[in-house]
């Protein structure tokens, strides 16, 4: 697939904040709807983010950082991977749907036992730690999968992946390198989803349903946000 370029994708997101957003990277306080998931705290644009989506990564970065409280972590899960990976969804709708189908349909055919389709994402084998080009979010989800086992389908900024462990050190360390191999579709390119979300983030418009998961938001945001009176 030949994604978007980087200035289609900002023009695109500049056209749904016309629609969409009142003031420039703001937020303001709503009650939920009735469509929405259940354990829905924030929407970007009217995509949710839930208290699923922020507290399954609890115990992937609490260990990096054992002194912070919960409140710090659940802030640094939602600066550093809910908002991201929520803004890089609105950038391209239908690519973003095309490439998780793609990446499911290369998964079943591994859990199989089959080849990759030669028209979707191949495996690929990374050694190192979370700080390599591994990420974090590759790491974390290896250390809760079972060796040897592919994962479930999981969305990164600007992509969708899944992993499978082949190595770990006993203990596993925040600083341990491990082996994976894994299966990556992109529907921003790799090299241009870090820079087309730290944009993006300067316009969204940001919906508490919540009250209570408002104070998780980064100070950046409330700071330079206007809470209805």
């Given amino acids: 697939m030949i994604s978007p370029s980087k200035n289609a994708l900002l023009i695109a997101f500049s056209m749904i904040c016309m629609v969409a957003c009142k003031d420039s990277s703001s937020v303001e306080v709503t009650p939920p709807a009735l469509d929405l998931p259940e354990d829905t705290v924030l929407l970007v644009e009217g995509l949710p983010i ?33 908002l991201p990976v929520t803004v890089g969804a609105l950038a391209d709708p239908e690519g973003r749907a095309q490439a998780r189908k793609r990446l ?48 479930e389908v999981f969305e990164t900024v600007g ?31 790799e090299e241009e989803s870090r820079e087309f979300v730290e944009q993006a983030l300067t316009e969204v418009h940001i919906q508490v349903i919540d009250p209570e ?17």
């Fill in 50 to 82: 839930t208290r699923t989506d922020i507290d399954r990564w609890l115990s992937t970065y609490a260990p990096l950082e054992p002194a912070k409280s919960k409140h710090a972590i659940r802030r640094y899960i939602m600066t550093n991977h809910s």
């Fill in 104 to 151: 499911e349909a290369t998964l079943k055919a591994l859990k199989n036992g089959d080849e990759a389709p030669t028209e979707g994402p191949q495996v690929q084998r990374i050694h190192g730690s979370f700080k390599d080009r591994m990420g974090l979010d590759r790491w974390g989800v290896a250390k809760e999968t079972p060796k040897g086992e592919w994962s």
């Fill in 159 to 189: 992509g969708f992946t899944a992993v499978r462990l082949l190595g770990a050190p006993d203990p596993w360390l925040p600083n341990s390198e491990i082996t994976i191999e894994h299966i990556t579709e992109d529907y921003i390119p």
């Fill in 213 to 229: 998961w408002g104070r998780y938001l980064p100070t950046l945001y409330l700071h330079n946000s206007k809470l209805p009176k």
